[in-house]
T-cell receptor
Framework: SQTIHQWPATLVQPVGSPLSLECTVEGTSNPNLYWYRQAAGRGLQLLFY??????ISSEVPQNLSASRPQDRQFILSSKKLLLSDSGFYLC???????????FGSGTRLTVV | GENVEQHPSTLSVQEGDSAVIKCTYS??????FPWYKQELGKRPQLIIDIRSNVGEKKDQRIAVTLNKTAKHFSLHITETQPEDSAVYFC???????????FGTGTRLLVSP
């Protein structure tokens, strides 16, 4: 069966520090991968998605970036965090187009 | 643009009552419509989905209806229970079906 791993679960980082969140999927190949952010009590904002290695689509201009170095690995990064980057970051995968997502357990990021 | 509107933002019902959440979408080419349930502090989880070639789908106490002409779909929960309390998100496939756009969420509170 397929599983999605996301870490760390919680993170407290100072303003201006770098960020790296990692997500991996097991039990499938060539998944579609997604990064979402959810502010406290708010909806799901799509940040990036990828339909293949090296293929990244950005949805919202920001100081974040994403990379997909391997088929089942998706990384969210920032060189310098802002206070506004605080939130609940969720990685998700789907087997292809027009399929539901399976979300990872999320990373709660607090920028102080 | 790509947009999914969801109403109401909050919904309070008594245990045993029915609850209905409604969504409208903008892309007439959308063909996949999932619903997610998110409990406090946890990841969203898929509870039911429907494709554009189907008008209604049921799974025990949960049902989803789709009106393609009007571009709206609804989630129906019957015989609500306190454990149904959560935030519910609708979504619709967009942009060649490579991604889902989510509604803003409905906070459902079921009182005993």
């Amino acid at each position: 069966s397929q599983t999605i791993h996301q870490w760390p679960a919680t993170l407290v980082q100072p303003v201006g520090s770098p960020l790296s969140l990692e997500c991996t999927v097991e039990g499938t190949s060539n998944p579609n991968l997604y990064w979402y952010r959810q502010a406290a009590g708010r909806g799901l904002q799509l940040l990036f998605y990828s339909v293949g290695i090296g293929q990244i689509s950005s949805e919202v201009p920001q100081n974040l970036s994403a990379s997909r170095p391997q088929d089942r690995q998706f990384i969210l990064s920032s060189k310098k965090l802002l206070l506004s980057d605080s939130g609940f970051y969720l990685c998700a995968w789907s087997p292809g187009t027009s399929y539901g997502y399976t979300f990872g357990s999320g990373t709660r990021l607090t920028v102080v | 643009g790509e947009n999914v509107e969801q109403h109401p933002s909050t919904l309070s019902v008594q245990e045993g009552d029915s609850a209905v959440i409604k969504c409208t979408y903008s892309d007439s080419a959308s063909n996949y419509f999932p619903w997610y349930k998110q409990e406090l502090g946890k990841r969203p989880q898929l509870i039911i989905d429907i494709r554009s070639n189907v008008g209604e789908k049921k799974d025990q106490r949960i049902a989803v209806t789709l009106n393609k002409t009007a571009k709206h779909f609804s989630l129906h929960i019957t015989e609500t229970q306190p454990e149904d309390s959560a935030v519910y998100f609708c979504a619709a496939s967009m942009r060649g079906f490579q991604k889902l756009v989510f509604g803003t969420g409905t906070r459902l509170l079921v009182s005993p």
